[in-house]
């Protein structure tokens, strides 16, 4: 009877996901596919905890929470492994002081000077997005601002 419940719950969830996706913006498709996912890992880690598998549930809740709220499941300031630098999860970067970078700031993040040429900043590009890519454990926040720049000096 459980079972049958949980599964009318996913057609449902599913059903008003389809629903949604139609005709929607896209940020609104966007947060419409992250509740629908918290809500489908959600009802899994129930099924879960339902069937006695309860550190599968437990995980499951987690990252359903963790999906939800759109933050992580760890506490703030635990150190990643694998990540350089002083970056933790969890914590935000500060935000911007201004919505643009300006010409003489996208050169100080470049480390170039001014006058540079388009080549030199593609090369102080690359070598920078290179050391500090997420996926070489970089920082998201770094390697935005450096693409950033050279799109300010590129135009």
């Known amino acids: 009877m459980a079972a049958l419940a949980i599964g009318l ?9 389809v629903r949604l996706f139609i005709g929607a913006e896209p940020a609104q498709i966007l947060r419409a596919s992250r509740y629908t996912g918290a809500g489908l890992l959600a009802l899994i880690a129930v099924a879960a905890l339902l069937t006695e598998r309860i550190g599968l549930g ?5 990252a359903a929470w963790g999906v939800f ?6 506490p703030r ?9 002083d ?7 500060p935000a911007s002081h201004s919505s643009r ?5 996208a050169l100080r993040v470049l480390g170039l000077q001014e006058g540079a040429s388009a080549e ?29 720049a050279k799109d300010v000096l590129l135009g």
């Not at 709220?69 to 760890?74: A, D, E, F, R």
């Not at 970056?87 to 970067?93: A, C, I, L, V």
């Not at 970089?138 to 450096?146: E, H, P, T």
């Open 9 to 17: 719950l996913v057609l449902l969830l599913l059903l008003g996901g």
């Open 58 to 62: 437990i995980l499951l809740g987690s």
């Open 69 to 74: 709220t759109g933050g992580s499941i760890w």
């Open 77 to 85: 300031g635990m150190r990643f492994p694998g990540r350089g630098g």
């Open 87 to 93: 970056q933790t999860m969890g914590r935000k970067q």
């Open 101 to 105: 970078m300006t010409p003489a700031e």
């Open 120 to 148: 030199e900043i593609r090369a102080a590009h690359r070598r920078l997005i290179m050391q500090n890519h997420p996926d070489q454990g970089g920082s998201d926040y770094l390697a935005a601002k450096i693409n950033e």
